[in-house]
Structure formats: C-alpha cells, structure tokens
C-alpha cells in the first residue's frame, strides 16, 4: 500500500474506504483464516482500530471517564507539554496522583480499595491489560496492584517527555498516533526503506506455541517476552531444557518479567544459561523503559563457545 493509506490505517486507526482497500489490495495475500477475521471486523477502522479488543475497551473506557471527569484538557496539558518539567507539572495536577502523593494513608488506603475494585480487579487487568492471574500474583507478592501501577506510571510521567517520544501511551490516551510520535515502522522515511529492500520477504509468520517452533531450529537470538511469568513451573522446566538444546552456545535470550527476579530465572540458569538482570524497577527508581509495565528485564547468554571460536 502507498504510505498514506497505511498512516490512516494504523496511525490515526481510521479510513474512509478501508474495506474497499483491503478487498482490493490485502485480501489475496492472506490466510483464509485471517480473511475471515477481518472480514467480519473492518468496521474498526470506520470507528478507530484502536478502540477495538480488550486493551482497546479500555481505552474507551479511559476515554469517557476523561470526558465525564472533565479531565480532557489536563490529559491534553500533558501529552503536549513543551518541557519534561510542564509535563511534571501536568502529571501532578491529576486529582488521583495527588491523593495518592498528599492524601493522609487512611483516606488513601480506602481511595485504593476503590480504585482496585473497580479498574484493577483481576477481570480487568486480564481482559483489559493482558495481564493474567499468575502474572499478577507475581506482582501483588511484592506490592499492592495500585501501588505498582502509580509507581509505573510516576516514574514514566516525572523522567520521560512524551510529546514526540512515547507513542505508547499516546495511543492508549488518544486512540491514534501522530506523525512526530508514532512507531518507527510508521515513519516515511522508515516505510519507504522498508519498502525499498522489501524487507516483508524476510518476515515468517507462524501459528502456533512458542516451544514448537523453536523446537524447528537453532538460533544464535530469542525474545521470549514475559509468557514464562503466566505458565508455572513444569512449564518453565520444559522450556529452559529447550532453550538449552536449540540456543547455540554464546546465544543470546531476552526477557521481562512483572517481579523483579522471576522464580523461572533459577530453571533458565541449571538449564545452561548465565542470566544477567539488566535493569530492574527499585526505590526511588521506578523507570527502566518508555513503557515501564515490567519490574524487571534479563539477558541470558547459553554458556559454551560458538562454533570458530
């Protein structure tokens, strides 16, 4: 697709004639599966792509209570603020994180058991955040689910200008990008180069789990994101043995965790790995990336020398 097309799908989330679009240009090059799906679902770019889903919900959900609490124009303050220091300013002014900064405890500690019952209960972090039950039983062993999510935040808000940098939240505060905030795919010149060395023929997409299709091969890199946080132990023992057998020695893993050590760490280690953390949420210090959601993130090189050295 010609760039403009591709920026009103997936940066403002809307376009006029999208079903035309992808019936005429994106429908043969999919599975029928994938067919199906977006064939009954192409009304999300009438309405905005990024309403859509459970996070999507939220979103809207985030969106309208902004509304009612006449909270749009502080949120617009904040995403738009020229300095980090307008921004921390804008981020103090919310009414919540000045309760939850200056409140006494015991207001503050029913405030929390409301705002947990209602937005963080554990149907909402699982259908709306993603984040599910055994996850956030790693985080509620070392913290408070309203704690952790203030802290997060805070420590995005108070050291990270967002305005032309964290199109993260700028998605899930206004429900689209914008061309100085967006994803680098989204990009012109990005697109055009990716579009120019045709990188999509470099692109496999599999269906199926994690451990099978590294089972296919030998890689010297893996990204295994935070899904040994959801899936206990037998399974973290089934995966670190894999990862040993098809990690090529001085081959690299990567992973994020929600607890700042994760109990599988101990599992990927006796399997053969040196594991290093490499950054990690801490007092005083709640900020290790531009999302900030995970306490913590790891490396593990397979111990062994590669093959020539």
Same mark, same amino acid.
């Given at each position: 697709l010609?760039y403009e097309?591709?920026?009103?799908?997936?940066?403002?989330g809307v376009?006029?004639d999208?079903?035309?679009?992808?019936?005429r240009?994106i429908f043969?090059y999919l599975s029928?599966?994938? !067919?199906?799906?977006?064939s009954?679902?192409?009304?999300?770019?009438?309405h905005?792509?990024?309403?859509?889903g459970?996070?999507g919900?939220?979103?809207?959900?985030?969106?309208?209570t902004a509304?009612?609490?006449?909270?749009?124009?502080?949120?617009?303050?904040?995403?738009?603020?020229?300095?980090l220091?307008d921004q921390?300013?804008?981020?103090?002014?919310?009414?919540?994180?000045?309760?939850?900064?200056?409140?006494?405890?015991?207001?503050w500690?029913?405030?929390?058991?409301l705002?947990t019952s &209602?937005f963080? $209960?554990k149907?909402m972090m699982?259908?709306?955040?993603?984040v599910p039950p055994?996850?956030l039983k790693? &985080?509620?062993?070392?913290?408070?689910?309203?704690?952790y999510?203030?802290?997060?935040?805070?420590? !995005?808000?108070?050291t990270?200008?967002?305005? /032309?940098s964290n199109?993260?939240?700028?998605?899930?505060l206004?429900g689209?990008f914008?061309k100085?905030?967006?994803p680098?795919?989204l990009?012109?010149?990005?697109?055009d180069?990716?579009?120019r060395?045709?990188?999509v #023929?470099?692109?496999?997409?599999k269906?199926?789990?994690?451990q099978?299709?590294l089972?296919k091969c030998?890689?010297?890199r893996?990204?295994?994101m /935070?899904?040994? /946080?959801w899936?206990?132990?037998?399974?973290? /023992?089934?995966l670190?043995?894999?990862l040993?057998?098809q990690?090529a020695p001085?081959?690299?893993?990567?992973w994020?965790?929600?607890?700042r050590d994760p109990?599988?760490?101990?599992?990927i280690?006796?399997a053969g790995?040196e594991?290093k953390?490499?950054a990690?949420?801490a007092?005083g210090?709640?900020? &290790?990336d531009r999302?900030?959601m995970?306490? $913590?993130?790891? $490396?593990? #090189?397979?111990?062994?020398?590669a093959?020539g050295?």
């Amino acid at each position: 697709l010609p760039y403009e097309d591709v920026w009103k799908l997936f940066g403002e989330g809307v376009h006029e004639d999208a079903e035309a679009l992808f019936q005429r240009e994106i429908f043969p090059y999919l599975s029928q599966d994938a !067919v199906e799906f977006w064939s009954e679902r192409m009304f999300y770019f009438k309405h905005g792509l990024y309403y859509f889903g459970g996070m999507g919900m939220m979103i809207m959900c985030m969106k309208y209570t902004a509304m009612l609490l006449g909270m749009q124009r502080n949120i617009a303050a904040f995403l738009e603020a020229p300095t980090l220091e307008d921004q921390v300013k804008a981020w103090n002014s919310f009414w919540l994180v000045y309760a939850w900064k200056h409140m006494p405890r015991v207001l503050w500690g029913f405030l929390q058991w409301l705002v947990t019952s &209602i937005f963080l $209960s554990k149907p909402m972090m699982w259908f709306g955040a993603g984040v599910p039950p055994a996850q956030l039983k790693l &985080i509620t062993d070392e913290v408070p689910i309203c704690e952790y999510v203030l802290n997060l935040l805070d420590g !995005v808000a108070t050291t990270n200008h967002l305005r /032309d940098s964290n199109y993260f939240y700028r998605v899930c505060l206004t429900g689209k990008f914008t061309k100085s905030c967006c994803p680098f795919w989204l990009k012109k010149e990005n697109f055009d180069e990716l579009k120019r060395t045709n990188a999509v #023929t470099r692109l496999h997409i599999k269906t199926g789990t994690y451990q099978s299709e590294l089972e296919k091969c030998e890689y010297t890199r893996a990204v295994i994101m /935070d899904h040994m /946080d959801w899936l206990g132990e037998a399974y973290g /023992d089934q995966l670190s043995a894999a990862l040993a057998r098809q990690i090529a020695p001085g081959g690299k893993i990567i992973w994020r965790s929600a607890t700042r050590d994760p109990p599988y760490r101990k599992q990927i280690e006796a399997a053969g790995f040196e594991c290093k953390q490499e950054a990690a949420h801490a007092q005083g210090t709640p900020y &290790i990336d531009r999302i900030n959601m995970y306490a $913590s993130f790891w $490396s593990g #090189t397979r111990i062994g020398k590669a093959e020539g050295n």
